[in-house]
């Protein structure tokens, strides 16, 4: 499955992913095809990589899978 897009990231949601943030909405990165919640422990990826959805179920519909480091799944 094609990965779809979601929303670029501005720069006080670049800000929250690199403080490590605990907040609403995951973000998928288009290079793994995984998506991560804020706050993950995983390495940060490279911005222009990265893409945000409102959900784990959005970013499930555009193709990506689940991380299994931060159990963005649940």
């Known amino acids: 499955?094609?990965?779809q897009?979601?929303?670029l990231p501005s720069d006080p949601d670049?800000?929250?992913l690199l403080a490590r943030?605990?907040?609403?909405?995951?973000?998928?990165v288009?290079?793994?095809g995984i998506f991560c919640r804020f706050g993950c422990p995983s390495r940060p990826p490279i911005r222009q990589n990265l893409?945000?959805?409102d959900s784990a179920k959005?970013?499930?519909?555009a193709g990506y899978r689940a991380c299994k480091r931060c159990g963005s799944a649940a």
Do not use: E, I
């Open 58 to 61: 959005a970013a499930t519909a």
């Open 5 to 7: 897009p979601g929303r």
């Open 1 to 3: 499955m094609k990965l």
């Open 30 to 32: 288009t290079t793994t």
């Open 51 to 53: 893409r945000l959805f």
């Open 21 to 28: 943030a605990s907040r609403g909405g995951v973000y998928g």
């Open 14 to 16: 670049w800000q929250d």
